[in-house]
């Protein structure tokens, strides 16, 4: 059985900062891609941060230049470091393992979400 935790969110102030943590869990073979999504009410889900397992990242178009997305390979964790918060950002931040391998099957799986308030 594979789980996906998120940690890491909360309340901070415009031009603020936070580091949020995910990590995977279970017998895992391998990973292809590890990422961030955000939902904001009355929002679809949308692409924060993406980062395969060789290093390349992707980044939504309203994170740009803010967010940093990095990997921890042989921990099976990634974490999303935002600075220059705005209130825009606030959202419920969810963790995607992408492609994951096991004895069993390869699935995608998705963490439970934290949340992320940005007060003005």
């Known amino acids: 059985q594979v789980q996906v935790v998120e940690s890491g969110g909360g309340l901070v102030q415009a031009g603020g900062s936070l580091r949020l943590s995910c990590a995977a869990s279970?017998?895992?073979?391998?990973?292809?891609?590890m990422g961030w999504y955000r939902q904001a009410p009355g929002k679809e889900r949308e692409l924060v941060a993406v980062i395969t397992s060789r290093g390349s990242t992707d980044y939504g178009d309203s994170v740009k230049g803010r967010f940093t997305i990095s990997r921890a390979n042989a921990k099976n964790t990634v974490y999303l470091q935002m600075n220059s918060l705005k209130p825009e950002d606030t959202a419920v931040y969810y963790c995607?393992?992408?492609?994951?391998?096991?004895?069993?099957?390869?699935?995608?799986?998705w963490g439970q979400g934290t949340q992320v308030t940005v007060s003005s």
């Open positions: 279970g017998i895992i073979f391998s990973i292809n891609a």
């Open positions: 995607k393992a992408d492609t994951v391998a096991t004895a069993w099957s390869s699935s995608d799986y």
